[in-house]
T-cell receptor
């Protein structure tokens, strides 16, 4: 049973524009959410996170939004750069559990 | 470089072979994980070790056998694998502060092909 879903397998965006990646979850116990970025032939690297006590967290060009009532989070990248082309994974966990549940990933391609 | 090192990076093995994947971290983390990533599927958690003790076996077939001799090293022993076991195997580690999870640090993975 997949508890974290990324329904868009791919996203293509023009350089300088905004990239919006979406993630939905089904487990209402999740209270900590993370985004990972993965380049080919490399392991995922942590990008940004948000806890359920917040609805927004910003780090430079990356902002994560959390809508708990909708069980939905999104990652905004603005402005998008060619180096942002990668696979982005959404992940979630909950207190008292140290496991991360991952989505299937969204491949972002930033066009010059 | 995330501080988590996996060897080998690539491995091709026959179905009757025995091989081992190695993971090493010197980040002082207490928890270590094995994940499997198959094409177009979510990362699947396989095993979790916390302070060298296995705390999670996510219904993984016995042809995969983990070993954690100390908190810095994690192995995945492979034997009599099937072609459908071909995937990217990722090791990760994370610090534990009580029950709070923080971000996990991943190795670069081992690309396994079973022929």
């Amino acid at each position: 049973d997949q508890q974290v879903k990324q329904n868009s397998p791919s996203l293509s965006v023009q350089e300088g524009r905004i990239s919006i990646l979406n993630c939905d979850y089904t487990n209402s116990m999740f209270d900590y959410f993370l985004w990972y970025k993965k380049y080919p032939a490399e392991g995922p690297t942590f990008l940004i996170s948000i806890s359920s006590i917040k609805d927004k967290n910003e780090d430079g060009r990356f902002t994560v939004f959390l809508n708990k009532s909708a069980k939905h989070l999104s990652l905004h990248i603005v402005p998008s750069q060619p180096g942002d082309s990668a696979v982005y994974f959404c992940a979630a966990s909950h207190l008292n559990d140290y496991k991360l549940s991952f989505g299937a990933g969204t491949t972002v391609t930033v066009r010059a | 470089e995330t501080g988590v090192t996996q060897t080998p990076r690539h491995l091709v093995m026959g179905m009757t072979n025995k091989k081992s994947l190695k993971c090493e971290q010197h980040l002082g983390h207490n928890a270590m994980y094995w994940y499997k990533q198959s094409a177009k599927k979510p990362l699947e958690l396989m095993f979790v070790y916390n302070f060298k003790e296995q705390t999670e076996n996510n219904s993984v077939p016995s042809r995969f056998s983990p070993e954690c001799p100390n908190s810095s090293h994690l192995f995945l022993h492979l034997h009599t694998l099937q072609p459908e076991d071909s995937a990217l195997y990722l090791c990760a580690s994370s610090p534990r502060t009580g029950n709070l999870i923080t971000e996990a640090f991943f190795g670069q993975g081992t690309r396994l092909t079973v022929v």
